[in-house]
């Protein structure tokens, strides 16, 4: 019944490894975003994708890529991971103008630790 | 550069009383606000937003008042109860795009 799935829940990885955090929306939404919270606890936005296409992309480093197969799911990919890349990072989705009045729907977040 | 502000990291509120926690902001471009409320754990869930055309919006024991001219927004919550407890993050959209900016969150303590 989980609107915005997100897996796995926890990844803890050493430096230098490659991981994916997978996310799945049931909604029927048609735009997915994937946001990063720091250790300050902001949350600030990577990518985002509508119908498959990749709409916002912020100045995030390379070994982040962001992949779509279909409008429900949306992957991050992590490159040669390094201290630094550890938060917690959240999959949203929303339904294009409802987006404003409505926002976001978020999945549970991931909780990465790079060791 | 943070857009959107909120220099009330902490609140603490007797049961029953009202809770208010502000949000300043500083793109003129913004045309929605919208708060969000996040238990440990889990993901931020949508509360309530208000479009820049409006003043005020009402739902349920949040209110919402916008004041564009100093840029800042508060979220009303009346009565505060236990299940309040959470942090509360304030956003917004601009007009010409669906990214949302938020800002650090305010955590509430609900007293008994």
């Known amino acids: 019944d989980t609107a915005v799935s997100q897996t796995p829940k926890y990844l803890v990885t050493q430096m230098g490894n490659d991981k994916s955090i997978k996310c799945?929306?049931?909604?029927?939404?048609?735009?997915?975003?994937?946001?990063?919270?720091?250790?300050?606890?902001?949350?600030?936005?990577m990518f985002s994708y509508n119908n498959k296409e990749l709409i916002i992309n912020e100045t995030v480093p390379?070994?982040?890529?962001?992949?779509?197969?279909?409008?429900a799911h949306l992957n991050l990919h992590i490159n040669s991971l390094e201290l630094g890349d550890s938060a917690v990072y959240f999959c949203a989705s929303s339904h294009g103008r409802d987006t404003k009045r409505y926002g976001y729907t978020f999945g549970s977040g991931t909780r990465l630790t790079v060791v | 550069d943070q857009q959107v502000k909120q220099n009330s990291p902490s609140l603490s509120v007797q049961e029953g009383r009202i809770s208010i926690l502000n949000c300043d902001y500083t793109n003129s471009m913004f045309d929605y606000f919208l708060w969000y409320?996040?238990?440990?754990?889990?993901?931020?869930?949508?509360?309530?937003?208000?479009?820049?055309?409006?003043?005020k919006n009402e739902d349920g024991r949040f209110t919402v008042f916008l004041n564009k001219s100093a840029k800042h927004l508060s979220l009303h919550i009346v009565p505060s109860q236990p299940g309040d407890s959470a942090v509360y993050f304030c956003a917004a959209s601009t007009f010409n795009d669906y990214k949302l900016s938020f800002g650090a969150g305010t955590t509430v303590t609900v007293r008994a």
């Open chain 1, 62 to 71: 390379n070994r982040f890529s962001p992949k779509s197969p279909d409008k």
């Open chain 1, 24 to 45: 799945e929306q049931n909604l029927g939404h048609d735009t997915m975003y994937w946001y990063k919270q720091d250790s300050k606890k902001f949350l600030k936005i």
């Open chain 2, 37 to 55: 409320k996040k238990y440990p754990a889990e993901g931020p869930t949508f509360l309530i937003s208000i479009s820049s055309i409006k003043d």
